[in-house]
């Protein structure tokens, strides 16, 4: 048995023809780790970091740089401008191009497009980071680094993927749309994607998102994405800020009608309120309950890392399914309302709460924005106030979910199993990736969500990093994903 075992192995290693293709990848890309490593270190020192206007120049250098390397693996690009981003206070910085850029064009094989992007949130030493952050630093099999997992490491796994398929043969015809700005809610980009849905988008089968994480050390495949609807509850009981000395007792107070009216949103075990709230929620079915089952979360651990003091349900089941298939209602602020430290004793004649519901298939966001407004309208009417009272809704983005049985997922799903030698977690998240459902509603393509980053990579969060593994076996999972998608 064991002479067996090491025929075998020494036939691995000296037999290179008998070595099936997707062995000789893995091994090429366990050979060039070092340069991958070095091309992370390359991209994370442009502090790229959207958010800073004066960083306008480091986010078109990463631009460019991520140009240069497609270019190297013989890719066409094409850097589209935006335009410019309408800012609050009347500025109109121009907006960094987007790369819509296309390696190999067979119109036999299929094409796929990945998403990523190439800006990153702000981080400072100063912020608690234990070593520089746009200084690669490896500690204990992590590379430390503001954009490793977000989204840096994801892009470059692709791109070094795409260089270790090309040393034998790419399976598929593959684009990449990357852009800067992500991290400030992508402005131009849905415009960009609809004007490009006959061109760029017209030959593309399948879009894959870079820019997710597991939610354990297991891998897994993200199918689905709650919307979010904000709102805001304006209440003026006067035009000027009243003092309590003077007023108290003869004013019916705005900041006391409004924590009423937030009062009625939701209870104490995250139940919405709101009539009709959970009406259109899609009923479960046994198959989707068996996915909970199966993935892994350490719900505890992540209990004890925010210091939460208990959960609202006591399942993992129960928890996940609350916070990714079903709508949830938090409450945000109160803007007006005294918040410095000390006594003050004002009352505030213009206060403004903020809330917002995640909502989930197959909830509809005008008929959300009328289920709250009645809501809220029928219960300041109860409370008889003589006080000016207003709804907004600021924004609604939609719910996004997939099949796991379409073919795009069937490739994700069998290119984990072949390099992590275990079954795909399937995962939605309780967050909103407002570009997701986009694509999908113009495009009208298959769509999914296959990232890389780790449980706790902390990607906007003070030591952001990657794990060597994650880069290096996720390096593998697209190259892997790739030779599957080219059989679907
Ligand atoms: C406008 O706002 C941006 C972002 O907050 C700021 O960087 C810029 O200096 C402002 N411009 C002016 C003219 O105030
Ligand atoms: C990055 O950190 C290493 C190790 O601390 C240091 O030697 C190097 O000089 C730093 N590089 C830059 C560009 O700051
Ligand atoms: C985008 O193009 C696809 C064909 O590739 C078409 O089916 C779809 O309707 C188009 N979307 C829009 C919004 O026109
Ligand atoms: C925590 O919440 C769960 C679920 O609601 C409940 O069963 C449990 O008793 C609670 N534990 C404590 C200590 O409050
Ligand atoms: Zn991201």
């Known amino acids: ?172 015809n593959v684009k990449f749309l990357l852009e800067a700005m992500e991290e400030v809610g992508s402005p131009g980009l849905l415009k960009l994607v609809e004007e490009r849905n006959s061109t760029f988008f017209s030959d593309v089968d399948y879009i894959v998102i870079t820019d997710s994480s597991w939610i354990s050390n297991k891998p897994s495949i993200t199918y689905g994405t709650r919307g979010n609807s904000y709102f805001l509850i304006e209440v003026e009981c006067a035009k000027k800020d009243l003092h309590s000395g003077t007023f108290g007792g003869i004013v019916p107070e705005a900041t006391s009608d409004l924590i009423y009216l937030l009062s009625t949103l939701v209870d104490s075990s995250g139940h919405i309120l709101i009539p009709g709230i959970y009406d259109a929620v899609a009923p479960l079915t046994e198959k989707e309950k068996k996915l909970y089952e199966k993935i892994e979360w350490d719900f505890k651990k992540l209990k004890d890392t925010f210091g939460i003091r208990n959960f609202t349900y006591s399942t993992k089941e129960e928890l996940l399914m609350r916070k990714s298939r079903y709508p949830s209602l938090s409450i945000h602020g109160i803007e007006g309302a005294f918040s410095a430290p000390g006594t003050k004793t004002v009352i505030p004649a213009r206060v403004i709460g903020k809330f917002s519901i995640r909502l989930v298939p197959h909830m509809d966001r005008s008929v959300v924005k009328k289920q709250v407004m009645d809501h809220l309208n029928k219960k ?87 794990n060597r593994y994650n880069f290096i076996e996720g390096t593998k999972l697209y190259a892997a994903f790739l030779q599957e998608l080219a059989s679907t």
């Not at 275990?422 to 296959?450: C, N, W, Y």
Request: glycine share 8%; aromatic share 6%; with cysteine.
């Open 1 to 172: 048995m064991i002479s067996l075992v090491f025929l075998l192995a020494f036939t691995t290693i000296t037999g290179e023809a008998s070595l099936a293709p997707a062995d000789q990848i893995f091994q090429y890309i366990d050979a060039h780790q070092h340069e991958y490593v070095q091309r992370l270190r390359e991209w994370v020192a442009i502090e790229s970091d959207s958010s800073n206007l004066l960083k306008r120049q480091d986010l078109i250098e990463m631009i460019h740089l991520a140009e240069e390397r497609i270019k190297y693996l013989g890719g066409t690009v094409e850097l589209a401008e935006l335009g410019v981003q309408e800012l609050h206070n009347g500025t109109t910085p121009r907006l960094p191009p987007v790369i819509l850029a296309e390696l190999k064009k067979d119109p036999k094989k299929h094409t796929v497009c990945f998403y990523g992007h190439l800006d990153v949130q702000p981080a400072r030493l100063e912020d608690g980071w234990a070593s520089e952050p746009y200084n690669l630093t490896e500690k204990d099999g992590s590379l430390y680094g503001r954009g490793t997992s977000d989204d840096k490491g994801q892009i470059l796994a692709v791109l070094n993927a795409v260089e270790a398929l090309q040393q034998y043969e790419l399976p598929v």
């Open 380 to 466: 300041f009417a109860e409370r008889n106030s003589p006080n000016h009272m207003e709804i907004t809704n600021v924004q609604a983005s939609k719910p996004w979910l997939s099949d796991t049985d379409e073919p795009l997922y069937l490739a994700g799903r069998k290119a984990i199993e072949k390099v992590f030698h275990t079954e795909a977690d399937l995962t939605r998240i309780g967050g909103t990736i407002p570009i997701v459902s986009h694509f999908q509603d113009v495009t009208g393509k298959s769509i999914m969500l296959l990232g890389i980053g780790g449980p706790d990579d902390a990607p906007h969060g003070q030591n952001e990093k990657i």
